[in-house]
């Protein structure tokens, strides 16, 4: 889970392997799932830091 949230969240992708369909975006699909949580004590603090910066091209993947 995020740090100081009540949800554990997942996030499924499934993709086509076969070379005839994976370059149609028909052959993706994004399943999110998010499950509560009663353990976690949700955080009332605010972070005023910036949210990092993560370089993303698409020879990453």
Do not use: M
């Not at 993706?28 to 091209?57: G, L, M, N």
């Amino acid at each position: 889970p995020l740090e100081g949230h009540k949800y554990d969240r997942t996030l499924y992708l499934f993709a086509c392997r076969n070379p005839s369909c994976w370059n149609t975006s028909a052959s993706w699909t994004a399943i999110r799932c998010q499950k509560f949580d009663e353990t976690v004590e949700e955080s009332d603090q605010i972070d005023d830091a910036p949210p990092a910066t993560v370089p993303v091209s698409a020879t990453d993947w």
